[in-house]
């Protein structure tokens, strides 16, 4: 495998085959790190961290001086001319001419592809906002696979702030791709956001079994859960359920499913509701993943004071369940409340393993991305997820990326960013931003070949209405408001919503 030159911007940016190779090349760096100082001598690694890390940087700094490489750095905004008012794309192509190699860690989402579209040299995504943290999943998978020699249909458990932690968003991404069922059981107000799921139904093809629509008894004894993802490749079989009233096909093959991917449940009938409902029970979980209270995310520290209030806690009494005898217990660090100091003993933890896996396996990105080293791509690790290839949507319309976080929101980087996005739906009109995955639900529409000679035909319709639906990708011109579309002189057809 060659894997120079490229970049490492989002989890999908490796194949499977991809992974499991570079995890290779890991155990051998894991074995004999100070053997390999001759790797990426005369090589430079630009590090540039404008928020706080531990780990990540001090593991990246580690890994190129362990390849015999140098490092230079840049840890805060305010010491660099992006306080000045300079942008992404400039800082990146200006770093790239000193730099072999640049790794990134920025608040804004989409920040590290802003850098990567511009530095002409790889570059490693070290974190963007709540978007991805990409070289985290890797660590987090390489500890899994050094435990469980596979990754392959795995049941894991993501809990507390799934909304802002990035690390999680890379990971279902990643865990979805090899298989895996997921168990969502996230602080209340920090559930996993809609786009991420938006991504893992559409783009993995995963299907969701909402736990809170079965009810307080349902779920009785159980482990709390909000949410479980299951894989497409072992569809529901609702035919194998009498037909009997006020059984609805979402139950009947929710609980086929859940047997399906290990996840004990029965089916009960309460009297009092004249019903049938699902009960689950305690399943083995592989990993349970433990993500802090995200506090500076947060608008607000009296925001961030009220979420941590209970804040669900891992600790050795939730160990105890039957659950979790044989469970890996990871967290990317650093903690605060979430997880005791008294499971640190404890056999199950993982996390500062995860943390010291942080040297050999980004010793071997770095080795990979500056071709420096190949490996064999096993065959086995193909991706079963069929990869959707969408169209691309970058017209000159006032269409905007929803999240005002996102780069191309960022008054420094509109001067020369050109918001786009990935046509994922027509119906509903569905775009996804492609610096930082938020999706937006476009109402009016029109096709580029309006004309046909005749002014009178340059009008616009309502995005869901069928003959938007006909329009080509290619001549889709997409507006954020009537009032967008009314600026570029259409007229609304008889298509527009009144
Ligand atoms: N896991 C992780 O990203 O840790 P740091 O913030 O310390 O780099």
């Not at 100070?34 to 005369?42: A, K, L, N």
């Not at 329009?471 to 507006?479: Q, S, T």
């Amino acid at each position: 495998m060659n894997l120079a030159n490229r970049n490492l911007v989002t989890i999908d940016d490796l194949s499977n085959g991809e992974i499991e190779a570079l995890f290779s090349l890991a155990d051998e760096m894991a074995d004999s790190p100070r053997t390999q100082s001759g790797v990426c001598q005369g090589q430079i690694m630009a590090s540039l961290f404008f928020e706080p890390s531990t780990r990540t940087r001090l593991s990246f700094e580690t890994a190129m001086l362990r390849l015999g490489g140098r490092v230079i750095t840049a840890v805060d905004i305010g010491a660099t001319s992006l306080a000045k008012g300079e942008s992404i794309a400039d800082m990146a192509k200006v770093v790239g001419s000193y730099a072999d190699i640049i790794v990134i860690r920025h608040p804004w989402e989409g920040a590290a592809k802003v850098v990567a579209d511009y530095a002409g040299v790889p570059v490693i995504n070290a974190g963007d906002g709540s978007h991805e943290h990409p070289t985290q999943t890797l660590c987090d998978l390489y500890t899994i696979r050094k435990k469980r020699q596979t990754l392959r249909g795995l049941r894991i458990a993501l809990w507390g702030d799934l909304k802002h932690g990035r690390t999680v968003h890379s990971l279902i991404y990643a865990l979805a791709r090899f298989g895996a069922t997921m168990l969502f059981s996230a602080r209340a107000g920090l559930e996993m956001p809609e786009h991420v799921l938006g991504k893992l139904t559409t783009e993995y093809g995963y299907r969701s079994i909402e736990v809170n629509a079965l009810g307080e008894e349902a779920k009785r004894g159980l482990f709390p859960l909000d949410a479980m993802y299951v894989t497409p490749d072992r569809p529901h079989q609702p035919a194998m359920f009498p037909d009997i009233p006020g059984f609805s096909i979402q139950i009947k093959g929710d609980i086929e499913t859940l047997k399906k991917h290990g996840i004990n449940a029965s089916l009960h009938y309460n009297i009092s509701e004249n019903e049938f409902e699902i009960r689950l029970k305690k399943s083995e979980i592989d990993t349970l993943y433990v993500m802090r209270l995200q506090k500076e995310r947060r608008a607000s520290t009296e925001e961030a004071q009220e979420l941590k209030r209970n804040y669900p806690v891992v600790d050795k009494r939730l160990l105890k369940g039957k659950e979790f005898k044989k469970t890996l217990v990871m967290h990317p660090l650093p903690r605060v409340d979430e997880l005791a100091h008294d499971v640190d003993d404890d056999p199950r933890s993982m996390y500062f393993k995860q943390a010291a896996y942080g040297v050999p396996v980004r010793m071997a990105l770095l080795g990979l991305l500056l071709g420096a080293r190949e490996v064999p791509i096993p065959e086995k690790g193909d991706s079963s997820v069929r990869k959707v290839d969408y169209p691309v949507y970058a017209g000159d319309s006032k269409v905007k990326c929803p999240n005002t976080n996102c780069v191309s929101n960022q008054e420094t980087e509109v001067r020369y960013i050109k918001p786009e996005f990935k046509i994922v739906s027509r119906e509903p009109m569905t775009l996804r931003c492609v610096y930082c995955d938020h999706e937006l639900h476009p109402q009016y529409v029109a096709s580029s070949d309006w004309h046909e000679g005749k002014l009178e035909n340059k009008k616009y319709h309502s995005a869901d209405s069928y003959f938007a639906r006909k329009i080509k990708p290619g001549n889709l011109i997409i507006f954020a408001s009537e009032n967008d579309a009314q600026g570029h002189h259409f007229r609304p057809s008889s298509y527009v919503k009144q």
